[in-house]
């Protein structure tokens, strides 16, 4: 009987332990998820992709971007994205993962910035800055429901 219980309570430590390494590999696998959703956002972005913000953006999206004087629906995200294209074009971009924290289905991802812009005169300018990104998951992957950020100016 003694053999029984001590194999049990070794069963389920053995148990409880692989658990943990399951969660904590789920864990990081949506973590790497979230990043690459965010890192794919940005090289679409460059790519002068019109279409990426009515894919990754939720119905429900509001986002605050520095430069905006209020939170921004996804209709007005993407109205005001494509003007901006209009008057100019990203060459690169390079960015810098701080932090990201994936509870359930929310994720929120902290980084830093580095992005070249052209404008249609052909000045290059160079920027530097932070965003704050939330992200749930869906059916169709990791989309954005707010952010903020913007340029460290």
Same mark, same amino acid.
């Given at each position: ?43 679409? =972005? ?58 359930? =289905? ?32 869906? =059916? ?14």
């Amino acid at each position: 009987m003694k053999n029984n219980t001590k194999l049990r309570i070794a069963l389920l430590g053995v148990g409880l332990f692989t658990l943990g390494i399951v969660q904590a590999q789920d864990a990081s696998d949506d973590a790497a998820d979230v990043w690459s959703a965010v890192e794919a956002e940005w090289d679409a =972005d460059e790519s002068n992709d019109k279409r990426r913000l009515e894919r990754v953006l939720t119905d429900n999206f509001m986002g605050w971007g520095k430069n905006s004087p209020a939170p921004r629906s996804k209709e007005s995200t993407i109205m005001w994205d494509r003007f901006n294209h209009k008057q100019g074009d990203m060459l690169a971009h390079e960015l810098y993962p701080l932090s990201i924290v994936v509870h359930d =289905d929310v994720a929120i991802a902290h980084y830093l910035y580095t992005s070249a812009n052209e404008d249609k005169d052909g000045k290059v300018e160079v920027s530097n800055g932070r965003y704050t990104d939330v992200l749930v998951r869906t =059916d169709d992957g990791w989309k954005f429901i707010a952010w903020h950020g913007g340029d460290d100016e």
